[in-house]
C-alpha cells in the first residue's frame, strides 16, 4: 500500500534544506540549489515507479548517484556532472544545470562544503515521490510555487518577480476561455514575457 506523501512533511523538509543553504547567498539564488535537487529527486523517483515516465533518468544521472556522493572529498564537482547527464539526456541544458554545486563562494569551501552537500542530499534522500502524488494534487507544482512564495519573502521581493501566481494564470485561463477537458498538452504563448504556459493537473496554466 503507498502512503500519500503530506504537503505539509514535503513543505518542511524543502524549507530545511534552504536552511542549509542559508548564509553563502541571497534567497534568490539557493532556490536554484533547491529547485534542482527537488526536481533529479521527482523525476528520478517517478522513473522507478513509472516505465513511461517522460523524463529519461540516465545511468550517472539519478537522485541514487547523488545518494552515492555523500561525503566525497570532491561531491560538488561530481553533483554537477551528474545533473549534467540529466539535462544532457532530456534536451533541458540550461534548464536544470543552472545551478554550480562546486562554487566555494556559495558553498563554503573543502570540508564546509562537503558537509553542506551531504546534509542537503539527505534532505531530498528523506522525500520519497515513488507512486505517490498528494492528494491527486499536482505536487511538484505545489511545492515549486510553495519555495518561490517563501524564497520571494525572504528576498524582499513579490511572488510575481518569480514566478506567474496561480492567481494570475487562472485569470488568463478564464481569459481566453480555455475549456476544463483542455489536453494537457494545451500551451499559451505569452511574448511580451517571452513564456510558453501549460496547463497543470489543477487546469491553470504555469510557466
Known amino acids: 500500500m503507498v502512503v500519500a506523501l503530506k504537503k505539509s512533511d514535503l513543505y518542511s523538509s524543502l524549507w530545511k534544506s ?6 553563502g547567498m541571497d534567497a534568490s539564488q539557493y532556490k536554484d540549489y533547491v529547485l534542482t535537487l527537488l526536481f533529479v529527486k521527482y523525476v528520478s523517483d517517478k522513473a ?20 552515492a556522493l555523500k561525503g566525497a572529498p570532491d561531491i560538488g564537482e561530481k ?11 532530456n534536451d533541458l541544458q540550461g534548464v536544470i544545470n543552472n545551478a554550480d554545486f562546486d562554487d566555494p563562494n556559495k558553498l563554503g569551501e573543502g570540508k564546509a562544503m562537503q558537509d553542506r552537500l551531504t546534509n ?12 505517490s502524488r ?14 518561490m512564495r517563501h524564497f520571494a519573502t525572504e528576498s524582499g521581493k513579490s511572488k510575481g518577480q518569480f514566478y506567474t501566481p496561480a492567481e494570475v494564470s487562472r485569470i488568463m485561463a478564464q481569459v481566453l476561455e480555455i475549456p476544463k477537458d483542455a489536453p494537457r498538452s ?12 501549460k496547463l497543470s493537473c489543477k487546469g491553470e496554466l504555469v510557466a
Open 186 to 197: 494545451t500551451t499559451v504563448y505569452d511574448p511580451a514575457f517571452m513564456r510558453k504556459f
Open 134 to 147: 498528494a492528494e491527486g494534487d499536482d505536487l511538484l507544482g505545489d511545492a515549486y510555487e510553495y519555495l
Open 48 to 67: 522507478k515507479s513509472d516505465p513511461y515516465s517522460l523524463i529519461e533518468v540516465p545511468e550517472g544521472g539519478s537522485f541514487d548517484d547523488l545518494v
Open 18 to 23: 534552504a536552511d542549509e543553504l542559508r548564509g
Open 120 to 131: 542537503l542530499i539527505s534532505i531530498f534522500q528523506d522525500i520519497d515521490f515513488t507512486g
Open 79 to 89: 553533483m554537477n556532472i551528474a545533473i549534467r547527464r540529466l539535462a544532457e539526456e
